[in-house]
């Protein structure tokens, strides 16, 4: 099970299984690739089922694939990448995510042999959109308007963690860690589509200083045109810092493999919680994650896997550019999706 690289832990947001018990050849190549979904049909703990808005809806239906890559450049020193695609339906609407990591791990202290092992990781990692769109109505700067689009979203991170596992049997292994990061997220130009009291349709555009109304078509008395210096905007792109630390039990015996990790992440973003709570908002500023893998090898080279991944506060951390002080009162849900795939080495 070695071989298969079972111990690996990926950059965030993996964090939950990461681990310092890892042993490589130079130039040992794997690979994971995957599918990452939930629906009704996979809400086995019925997450979805006991939302009082969306239950029994489509909302919050999850697809995406992944793959991820690993190399080791010297039996000590490893190096990572992934790439994924995730697609969350919101009543009519889909938006589409990417999302990508790189990190290096760097064993510091420990042998095959030892029953102790220590290591270093850096981690860089983001994700983007396009667009999100969203066509229901909207409430934005005092104004309900349809047909929202947010331009150029996207979020990236740095992380530095320190890793320790200790080897409590021969089947049973125990793994902690600690890390700090820092954030960015970043967005483009908003527009959306406004109607007055008289039914007179405006095009709306925000920018991070502005916000301006023209109006589509002649229409009664009403204005042709507005603009305000204030922008919803000016909050949607924020800096901040976050720590994070918990642990991994992995077991594994034959063909067969178990990984259960838990995360506890805490983030201090700059002026857009303080916003919040001034407005009598609720900020959302930990989550805590619970990630399950079971693998079962096929043969030196292969092996399948089933990973089930739950969230206290839905996305918190992990897409960074869907929180702002528009969205936050959303992110006190539950979440979670189901992944399965194969892992492959070389």
Known sequence: MATMGVSTGWCAPLDALLTADQFHYSGELRFEVGLDAMNDTLDV?????????????????????????????????????????????????????????MAAQQRLYGNADSPAHAAVRLSLWGNRSDELRKSSATAVQGLTVQDLRVLDLSDHQEELDLLGSWRLTEASTLSAFFGIGRSA????????????????????SFTPTQTSGTRIAPCGSS??????????????????????????????????????????????????????????????????ILVVDVIHALNEQIAIFVRGQAMRHQFVGEIPFLYNSATAHKFDRRYGYVSVGLHVAF
């Open 45 to 101: 703990l019925h997450l979805r089922a006991k939302d009082p808005t969306y239950g029994g809806t489509q909302v919050g239906d999850y697809s995406g694939q992944h793959v991820r890559v690993a190399y080791a450049v010297r039996p000590t020193l490893l190096v990572e990448g992934a790439l994924a695609r995730r697609s969350v339906q919101y009543r009519t609407d889909e938006e589409s995510i990417d999302s990508w990591q």
């Open 185 to 204: 997220v970043s967005t483009g130009d908003m527009t959306a589509t406004y109607v007055d009291g008289q039914g007179c349709q405006y095009a709306m």
């Open 223 to 288: 204005l042709a045109a507005f603009s305000t210096s204030l922008s919803p905007l000016a909050e949607f792109s924020y800096g901040g810092s976050y720590t994070q630390w918990g642990g991994m039990w992995q077991w594994q015996r034959g063909p067969w493999a178990l990984r259960a990790g838990m995360q506890w992440l805490r983030l201090d973003r700059d002026n857009v919680d303080a916003k919040i709570a001034q407005n009598g908002g609720t900020p959302y500023e930990d989550n805590q």
